[in-house]
């Protein structure tokens, strides 16, 4: 019960703020936004010493060294994290934009304008940046944010609240825009997916099981991607020097992230030419490959891949390698075991591009492009709040826009029904 | 167990469609909406035949003059249905559309094209032309649908339905884009909210009751709004004969419908003069009017207005009207009582008119207009799937544009991550 009630209470002050900052200027918010930066860049020693005291408890909880690098504030990343600020105040505000306008027969105008969404419920894990992130990219759309980070950052995380706090309040900003929630118990988390008609969309960031545990408990439409299984199509076509490049890019420059390519499918046109090569150089990078029997018969030191690697996610240095019939039995694969997130086609044929782009049916769909750029930041939406492989409401990287709807507008002189 | 593989078979019949048509050309989709337009026109005794069947089963079960109207199939409600459907052939085709592109600095282009949601499910009561409407809508924006309609309007809907699926089939359209439940069931209905996955996003029409169980049971997302309590707000500057007018349209024009006027507020520099003149005619429309104690004060004929009467959507000749400080105490009424559906503001101040269209926090928000605007026909969306109070993918009347999402596209020549 004590526990339903905090929740409620804390979700209640950011409904108060979210109806607050809807009417709040750009002027407003980027004041506030450039002020946050600044009071995070004075205060980094401050913010580096209670993340002393998470990385302390994390290093005695045993975590993994990925997940203590995440989890580090960094004077580097205090100064990124400040620019963010800086960034997302510099974007166009997307609140009262009127994206479309007509003329009716009867005079009468109708258009649609972008509104806040009203209050997020962010749940994420280690890294707490995303607390000023999620808080900037939501303040700038109008909408409150209810924080929720993992137990492992708690420090750090209520260290950059509070000065988010501060400086909204000293700006005229209500407080609750920026609403965090200290109890870090699961239980938490599932009071706040209660809260239907007060929090107005959810978005879980972290690993597949709490993505698929906040999906099952909601009550609140949820925003999200479970995994990313991205490929690259090597078509017949291709130039095979930028098919390296990119294949190479995709896999190996930062494995660990969701935009990383798992499954390499390969023309059989173009297999015999590129595959030795690539494979050459993916393990001297260290890179497992495990291929298709075909792939094993061009370069028979791979392993070998089982149908259910194709589902994979590895996040590591793993890849699959398929060798397929064309296009149709790429996009057919891919239909087949990708997670909707990131895929490219590599060619120079006008018309295979033009068909992969339409037909694949992912939340990012790229021609000659490393499926590393499918990030907010890369695409230029300043940051990015999660990514949604739904088909509801967003798809793909969530920046200023998909923290927004729009509402239909009207104007007119007297205009009656007859 | 019947009951369950039933409605699976029945969806994943649909999510073949759905795959299949998400790629039809425009041309080939509009040939066979126009096509099943003529149908329908040529079978219009057969359609009258079998709608008769149901009109004699609801006047045995005793349904309401209103419902038994909504049922009815006459000769000129074919023919409007058959005109939807050219009406929606000659629409632009919304798949494929970029709605934006731009160059990065790395010199990729990045983009956003619109696609079909997929599967949509349609949960409605007893109106049969929602079964071609439906259709042709998500026909049209490359997704297909499964029907529910209600048990009362089985036969012609099936007559629909034989119809419809008939031409695709010899138009090369999977016919799975037309999947229709006969099981009129509401367990058919709660089985179909399990299927996520496989329908993509469900769409309830009715009474609130059916709309709230719904919503209650989906694992699928839902756009939908529960109810209509619109207002219309006459400002101190508004001009008075144009407000009566609108005021007078939004209430009687056609009250059972979800977008009119529930609750007239009045300007307190404005009430004096206007209310005198406006209630007299509502009066001889035979409105019944439940006025606060203000109006009760200038028109003292009216009845009592008790606070819950500002909840209710009467869908009848009944207003509440209430007397208010000014535009602030009007906009606060309205986030304390309206349903989000549609408010207009009457006035000729530029400044209030502007206040208004960007702080009501409606999905549909008017200038000078009557609320019986708030549709989709009269928006120029050609039809309506339905209208959103939500504030997730769609807000107000829900067209082609509401029934697709825009992926992220990317055009490159090599760019990689460094």
């Known amino acids: 019960m004590e526990i339903t009630a905090y929740v409620l209470n804390k979700a209640m002050e950011a409904k108060e703020g979210a109806r607050a900052i809807a009417r709040a200027s750009s002027e407003q918010k980027n004041a506030a936004l450039i002020k946050m930066a600044e009071v995070i860049n004075k205060n980094a020693e401050q913010l580096q010493k209670e993340n002393k005291k998470d990385l302390t408890a994390a290093k005695k909880k045993g975590l993994t060294k990925a997940m203590i690098d995440r989890l580090t504030l960094t004077a580097e990343r205090i100064e990124e994290m400040s620019q963010g600020l800086i960034d997302i105040a510099h974007l166009p505000d997307p609140v009262g934009e009127v994206t479309r306008m007509w003329q009716r027969p009867n005079g009468m105008t109708i258009g649609k304008m972008r509104v806040p969404l009203g209050v997020i419920g962010i749940i994420y894990e280690s890294r707490p940046n995303v607390t000023a992130d999620a808080t900037a990219l939501c303040l700038k759309a109008g909408n409150a944010v209810i924080l929720r980070g993992g137990s492992e950052a708690i420090h750090s995380n209520k260290a950059i609240v509070k000065i988010l706090r501060g400086v909204a309040k000293k700006q005229g900003i209500h407080e609750g825009v920026i609403t965090f929630l200290e109890n870090t118990d699961r239980k938490a988390v599932m009071e706040m997916l209660k809260l239907e008609g007060v929090i107005d969309v959810v978005i879980p960031r972290g690993g597949e099981g709490l993505i698929r545990a906040v999906t099952e408990n909601s009550r609140i439409p949820v925003l999200k991607h479970y995994k990313g299984v991205c490929h690259v199509f090597v078509d017949r076509d291709a130039d095979l020097k930028m098919a390296e490049e990119i294949c190479f890019n995709a896999k190996v420059q930062r494995p660990g992230t969701c935009n990383a390519m798992e499954t390499m499918l390969v023309d059989e046109k173009a297999a015999k030419k590129f595959l030795p090569a690539i494979t050459k150089r993916l393990k001297r990078a260290k ?33 699959n390698v398929k060798v397929v019939r064309d296009i149709d039995a790429a996009m057919d694969h891919i239909a087949e075991y990708s997670s909707a997130h990131t895929e490219t086609i590599v060619t120079e044929d006008y018309g295979k591009a033009m068909r992969f782009l339409r037909e694949v049916d992912s939340s990012s769909v790229f021609v000659n492009l490393s499926t590393r750029f499918s990030d907010g930041f890369q695409f230029g939406l300043g940051a990015e709040m999660g990514i949604s492989t739904d088909k509801i409401h967003a798809r793909g990287p969530m920046g200023l826009e998909e923290l927004t709807c729009t509402k239909f507008i009207g104007l007119g002189n007297g205009q009656i029904r007859s």
Chains 1, 2 share one sequence.
């Open 287 to 319: 890179v497992n490959i495990k291929g298709c029997a075909r792939t094993k018969k061009i370069v028979p030191s791979v392993s070998e891949a089982k149908a259910d690697d194709y589902h994979n996610e590895y996040v590591d240095l793993i890849l």
